[in-house]
């Protein structure tokens, strides 16, 4: 009997400490899931981040981005060329856009019209806010240019590609950079989805060979091919498209952008000096939402 009631009696005092050991285990399992969680969760945060940091940014051409073409020393057309989108000049006078046979509204004094532009045409010489406006866009086009010419390549493979000679290659999202002039006798293609961003910057000059075209080109998998308002051609010196030759993309350029007899740009033309054209199309790309 003195034993049965001493079995008893250990029997309550150790049957807790066992409930207390078996909570401390739950709680410990518990704070190892948790904790293991967190380190997930931390990790998709940091993968989240590294993928973000390794996809190219656009530049943000600001108001500039208002125009098919803008540059500061003039836009020379030989008729009839079709510029769908704005054109400016500035700080030069509006007498510098020429070939156009440009009426002025006689209503605001604020912008000109032409056939040949499906927008309106604006220069400093005009009524306010025109004079301001163009002030803040001109900035803005130097910005971009800034931005772009001061940007890293994605990896060294696209550093220098084919020297320049660019003719046949397919490029796909990513920054490329040459130290010299680029040129392409034949056509190129521009391989990606609609939210890739590409960015060529060059310190020398762009040849565009005559009938050479620019193909934008669907990524496996992909809906819809790049589109022009994503491909940015930072110019250090002048751009030349050849005759019925091709091109997409915005040109930010140091330099004159000339295109050629029937020569076209899916883009917009932003020029530190002037822009001409031989009865060329130039469609400014649609602004994004």
Same mark, same amino acid.
């Given at each position: 009997e003195?034993e049965v009631?001493?079995?008893?009696?250990?029997e309550?005092?150790?049957?807790?400490?066992?409930r207390?050991?078996s909570?401390?285990?739950?709680?410990s399992?518990?704070?190892?899931?948790?904790?293991?969680?967190?380190?997930?969760?931390?990790?998709?945060?940091i993968?989240?981040?590294?993928s973000?940091?390794?996809a190219?940014?656009?530049?943000?051409?600001?108001t500039?981005?208002?125009?098919?073409?803008?540059?500061?020393?003039?836009?020379?057309? %030989?008729? +009839? =060329?079709?510029?769908?989108?704005n054109? &400016?000049? $500035?700080?030069?006078?509006? /007498?510098?856009? #020429? *070939?156009?046979?440009?009426?002025k509204?006689?209503a605001?004094?604020?912008?000109?019209?032409?056939?040949q532009?499906?927008?309106?045409?604006?220069?400093?010489?005009?009524?306010?806010p025109?004079p301001?406006?163009?002030?803040?866009?001109?900035?803005?086009?130097?910005?971009a240019?800034?931005?772009?010419?001061?940007?890293? %390549?994605? +990896? =060294?493979?696209?550093?220098?590609?084919? &020297?320049? $000679?660019?003719t046949?290659e /397919?490029?796909? #999202? *990513?920054?490329?950079?040459?130290?010299s002039?680029?040129?392409?006798n034949?056509?190129?293609?521009?391989?990606g989805?609609?939210?890739?961003?590409?960015?060529?910057?060059?310190?020398?000059?762009?040849t565009?060979a005559?009938?050479?075209?620019?193909?934008?080109?669907?990524?496996?998998?992909?809906?819809?091919?790049?589109?022009?308002?994503?491909?940015?051609?930072q110019?250090?010196?002048?751009?030349s498209?050849?005759a019925?030759?091709?091109?997409?993309g915005v040109?930010?350029?140091a330099?004159e952008?000339a295109?050629?007899?029937?020569?076209?740009?899916?883009?917009?033309?932003l020029?530190?000096?002037?822009?001409?054209?031989?009865?060329?199309?130039?469609?400014?790309?649609?602004?994004?939402?």
């Amino acid at each position: 009997e003195v034993e049965v009631e001493v079995r008893r009696r250990t029997e309550k005092v150790t049957h807790p400490l066992a409930r207390t050991r078996s909570l401390h285990a739950s709680v410990s399992q518990a704070s190892m899931l948790a904790m293991h969680t967190r380190k997930m969760t931390y990790g998709a945060m940091i993968l989240a981040l590294v993928s973000s940091a390794a996809a190219t940014p656009p530049v943000l051409l600001g108001t500039a981005g208002n125009f098919a073409i803008l540059t500061k020393t003039g836009i020379s057309t %030989v008729p +009839s =060329s079709s510029i769908h989108g704005n054109i &400016g000049v $500035s700080p030069i006078a509006a /007498t510098a856009m #020429t *070939g156009f046979s440009l009426i002025k509204d006689t209503a605001t004094g604020q912008f000109s019209m032409s056939t040949q532009v499906t927008g309106q045409a604006f220069g400093p010489t005009y009524a306010q806010p025109t004079p301001m406006k163009l002030t803040t866009a001109v900035g803005d086009l130097m910005l971009a240019y800034t931005d772009a010419a001061g940007r890293n %390549v994605s +990896s =060294s493979a696209n550093l220098n590609v084919k &020297g320049g $000679s660019i003719t046949g290659e /397919t490029f796909t #999202t *990513g920054v490329y950079e040459w130290g010299s002039s680029v040129v392409f006798n034949t056509g190129i293609s521009i391989k990606g989805n609609s939210t890739d961003i590409f960015l060529f910057k060059m310190s020398g000059s762009l040849t565009v060979a005559e009938n050479t075209m620019v193909t934008l080109v669907a990524a496996d998998g992909s809906d819809a091919p790049p589109l022009a308002k994503n491909i940015v051609w930072q110019v250090g010196g002048s751009v030349s498209v050849g005759a019925s030759a091709h091109l997409e993309g915005v040109l930010l350029v140091a330099k004159e952008a000339a295109f050629g007899t029937a020569s076209s740009l899916n883009g917009r033309i932003l020029s530190q000096t002037a822009a001409t054209l031989d009865q060329a199309i130039i469609v400014a790309p649609q602004l994004s939402p």
